[in-house]
């Protein structure tokens, strides 16, 4: 079965790191563009970070020099390493995937979504 697993998230205090894991397995993983999404309390999910089958990145300017997306293709996982992180960015993350070469800002180009990943920053 097709899936994305996700792990890394957790507490972290205002101004601290975290970095996410995305896995996928059952399908192949260096045809698809890879993105991670967020989701706060209250709020519609939002676009954080997105990769290219060739590496090239795009992001929200809300994370542009706090967070880095990444991939291996020889572990099929994708990577958001998150600094200085605000309470603000409280949420659950999800990663998903498309088969495309080139990546997305709008949730409705994926078509396979991990189960989300909550990352708490106290106030």
């Known amino acids: 079965q097709v899936q994305l697993d996700e792990s890394g998230g957790g507490l972290v205090q205002a101004g601290g790191s975290l970095k996410l894991s995305c896995a996928a397995s059952g399908r192949s993983f260096g045809n698809s563009a890879m993105g991670w999404f967020r989701q706060a309390p209250g709020k519609e999910r939002e676009f954080v970070a997105a990769?290219?089958?060739?590496?090239?990145?795009f992001y929200a300017d809300s994370v542009k020099g706090r967070f880095t997306i990444s991939r291996d293709n020889a572990k099929n996982t994708v990577y958001l390493q998150m600094n200085s992180l605000k309470p603000e960015e409280t949420a659950v993350y999800y990663c998903?995937?498309?088969?495309?070469?080139?990546?997305?800002?709008?949730?409705?180009?994926?078509?396979?979504w991990g189960q989300g990943n909550q990352v708490t920053v106290p106030s």
């Open positions: 998903a995937a498309r088969r495309r070469v080139l990546y997305a800002q709008s949730e409705a180009e994926y078509d396979l």
């Open positions: 990769i290219s089958i060739l590496r090239s990145t």
